[in-house]
């Protein structure tokens, strides 16, 4: 039987390989989803603009809010109590930060209440989300920015004077709120200094009626500037006077 096998296997002869099969026509497919379940933002979009907010925050802190005004008006106060390091400069910005969240309390619960919570339930997309959040921020500073200073930058960057305040644009009205937070933060503090710089004089002139010239007017002067800050409720009229002024 084996041999009537082998003999059937060489009367047929191998077989030739198969030719190559036709390529196959394009196939699979490659999708970007922007939006997740019910049309709301994926969690890697909702993630990247995490993000990019946190990496903007420090400038956006420093151009667009009350952060500047206080922070200065503090440090002016510091230095007009003749105290170097105390309050830290951690502590004043600590402080800073916390009342500018209390001042912009009402501009971040609009922004969450028109842009970031529609945006989030996939109600708007992206760029709407931008547009409606920047409409309280600048409300909030052409409130609080000079016409002078708007003219200011506005002749500066050789534009036409716009129609109406809304029609300002951010470029502009960003450095001008700048301009009029440090005037409104420099006019507080001359106010501060007017006290404590007459008692300096007046400490000054005793030790040189005195004639105890080698005695340093400043450290004599010291216990007498606090006491009165403290006397005044120094702290407690500084806070209240900027938070007054965004009223």
């Given at each position: 039987?084996?041999?009537a096998?082998?003999?059937?296997?060489?009367?047929a002869?191998?077989?030739?390989p198969a030719?190559?099969?036709?390529?196959?026509?394009?196939?699979g497919?490659?999708?970007?989803?922007?939006?997740?379940?019910?049309?709301?933002?994926?969690?890697?979009i909702?993630l990247i603009?995490?993000?990019?907010a946190?990496?903007v925050?420090p400038?956006?802190?420093l151009?667009?809010t009350?952060?500047t005004?206080?922070m200065?008006?503090?440090?002016?106060?510091r230095?007009?109590?003749?105290?170097q390091?105390?309050?830290?400069?951690?502590?004043?910005a600590?402080?800073?930060l916390?009342l500018?969240?209390f001042?912009?309390?009402p501009?971040?619960?609009e922004?969450?209440?028109?842009a970031?919570?529609?945006f989030?339930?996939g109600?708007?997309s992206?760029?709407?989300?931008?547009?409606l959040?920047?409409e309280p921020?600048k409300h909030?500073?052409?409130?609080?920015?000079?016409?002078?200073d708007?003219a200011?930058?506005t002749r500066a960057?050789d534009?036409?004077?716009?129609?109406s305040?809304?029609?300002?644009?951010m470029?502009?009205?960003?450095?001008a709120?700048?301009?009029?937070e440090?005037?409104a933060?420099?006019?507080?503090?001359?106010v501060?200094?007017?006290p404590f710089?007459v008692?300096?004089?007046?400490?000054?002139?005793g030790?040189?009626a005195l004639?105890?010239m080698m005695l340093?007017?400043?450290?004599?002067?010291?216990p007498?500037?606090l006491?009165?800050?403290?006397?005044?409720n120094?702290?407690?009229?500084?806070?209240?006077?900027?938070v007054?002024?965004?009223?």
């Open positions: 039987m084996i041999t096998l082998l003999t059937a296997g060489a009367a002869g191998p077989t030739g030719g190559p099969a036709a390529p196959a026509g394009p196939g497919s490659l999708s970007l989803a922007v939006n997740g379940l019910d049309g709301t933002p994926s969690t890697s909702v603009l995490a993000i990019t946190l990496s925050a400038a956006l802190l151009m667009m009350a952060f005004k206080i200065v008006v503090l440090s002016i106060t230095n007009a109590l003749g105290l390091g105390v309050p830290p400069n951690q502590v004043l600590g402080l800073s916390f500018t969240l001042v912009m309390a501009v971040i619960h922004i969450n209440e028109t970031i919570q529609p989030l339930a109600g708007i992206q760029t709407d989300m931008f547009t959040a920047s921020l909030f500073m052409l409130a609080q920015t000079r016409d002078e708007l200011l930058i960057a534009r036409a004077n716009p129609a305040p809304d029609a300002v644009p470029m502009t009205l960003i450095p709120f700048l301009l009029s440090l005037r933060a420099f006019i507080i503090g001359f501060i200094y007017v710089l008692i300096d004089i007046v400490v000054s002139s030790l040189m004639g105890m340093p007017p400043v450290t004599v002067s010291l007498f500037k006491l009165l800050f403290v006397l005044v120094g702290w407690g009229l500084i806070i209240t006077a900027l007054g002024s965004y009223a």
